[in-house]
């Protein structure tokens, strides 16, 4: 086993190169602290989660990509559009609208390239990034991090010490099973079944990359419509996991998709030309987080500390959100010398807050609320209902929804019962 020489050492270690650890490594770098990201996986890699929301351009500004995104080759998204179970479509949330500034525009991105693009920028701006590297363990001293034990693509072993290890390994998070710190949602047991189209309809003008979110009949679920790149449209429905996978007599995932496509009204017409580009792929019961993001010497970051829903696309957000809360606090730590659990993790409260947040918009759109209605009786909470679907979460004005948002639930429940 290598260990680093001591001259060399890291002051960070981060475990996977997504969109949160490239994120909290670039942050870090930025500021002249030593940075070392080990990633299992050898670029590009194919990843869901495809659409950003506005409020990812004020990470992408800091981390010094928006040129790279201004000059790429995703799709310009500029609203979200929702189409009900009879395929209705609703007024589209044109982002402009209701906040006149650049981040209104975003985009549609092919994960592959997005994540790769994130990666290589982290390496320009002074991280030491290794691909094919799998991370076998992480190393303590009792409960606290000091480094970890990597296996590089040379098959070489090599034992590398830290100040913080942050964990950014998505799903598959080492540190949240070592502490067994996994909560699973019990009101988000989900699944989704997605694929990919070629020549399937695209809107035009401003509407060409919005997001579509369309209900299937009987509000059992919803797809989600991503225009990308290549004229490739992503299709994807979401259901409660034992609907979708269990409660049927097929498991053939090509058979369950169809199924569904036939209770979707809104979506047929957009697919009836098109031609599968991709095979079908499944992810199950995803909705977790962790009970803390923290502990002496070790940060949690992106799905390594929690998955919400795809429903809003806020999982990019949540992800570049996290790494840069959880950046900031790395070097205050590193600066007072203290890389303590309350140091590393003081972030944590506001982050989870922003995230309930989002998850109580998720909740009432999987309960039948209509939003529709809300704008209808309440139009001077517009703006704040729509500050949420631009991911503008972590500030406390956008509370003022909530108790109306439940008064019209009540009243809703009353009348169909």
């Not at 001591?6 to 650890?21: D, K, L, M, S």
């Not at 942050?166 to 080492?174: H, L, N, P, R």
């Not at 095979?279 to 019961?285: A, D, I, Q, S």
């Not at 806020?314 to 890389?339: E, H, N, P």
Request: charged residues 25%; hydrophobic residues 40%.
């Amino acid at each position: 086993m290598i260990a680093s020489p001591n001259g060399n050492q890291p002051h960070v270690v981060v475990i996977g190169g997504g969109p949160a650890g490239t994120t909290v490594s670039t942050l870090v770098a930025q500021q002249g602290y030593r940075v070392e990201l080990f990633e299992r996986e050898t670029f590009p890699r194919f990843h869901i989660g495809e659409s950003l929301i506005p409020q990812t351009y004020f990470v992408l500004e800091r981390l010094k990509m928006l040129p790279k995104m201004q000059g790429s080759r995703f799709v310009k998204k500029y609203s979200v559009q929702f189409v009900n179970q009879r395929g209705k479509l609703s007024e589209p949330f044109y982002f402009v609208e209701h906040k006149p500034h650049e981040s209104s525009q975003t985009w549609q991105v092919l994960r592959s390239e997005f994540d790769q693009m994130m990666l290589d920028n982290a390496r320009e701006q002074g991280v030491t990034v290794h691909e094919g590297a799998h991370v076998t363990e992480v190393l303590f001293d009792g409960d606290r991090a000091r480094g970890i034990c990597v296996k590089l693509d040379d098959g070489t072993i090599r034992e590398v010490l830290a100040d913080v290890v942050v964990d950014a390994s998505g799903q598959s998070t080492m540190i949240m099973d070592r502490f067994n710190l996994r909560v699973w949602d019990p009101d988000l047991k989900k699944a989704a079944l997605w694929t990919y189209w070629k020549g399937a309809q695209r809107d035009t003008g401003r509407d060409e990359g919005a997001t579509i979110v369309l209900q299937t009949e009987g509000k059992q679920g919803w797809f989600w419509y991503i225009p990308l790149h290549d004229d490739i449209i992503s299709v994807g429905v979401v259901a409660g996991f034992d609907y979708l996978f269990k409660d049927r007599p097929t498991k053939d995932h090509e058979a369950i998709y169809f199924e569904e496509v036939a209770r979707c009204p809104g979506l047929q017409p957009r697919i009836a030309n098109a031609e599968r580009a991709g095979p079908f792929r499944v992810l199950k019961e995803y909705s977790y987080k962790a009970k803390r993001a923290a502990g002496d010497g070790w940060v949690l970051v992106g799905d390594a500390f929690g998955f919400l829903d795809p429903l809003y696309s806020s999982g990019v957000l949540l992800a570049l959100k996290s790494g840069q809360l959880a950046a900031d606090a790395i070097v205050d730590a590193l600066a007072a010398g203290d890389t303590s659990a309350a140091r590393l993790g003081g972030w944590q409260p506001d982050f989870v807050r922003g995230m309930d947040r989002m998850r109580r918009l998720v909740i009432a759109y999987y309960e039948g609320f209509s939003f529709g209605l809300f704008v209808k009786n309440h139009p001077h909470l517009k703006g704040l209902l729509t500050d949420l679907l631009i991911g503008d979460l972590f500030k406390d004005e956008v509370d003022a929804v909530w108790e109306p948002m439940e008064q019209i639930w009540k009243e809703m429940t009353a009348s169909a019962g």
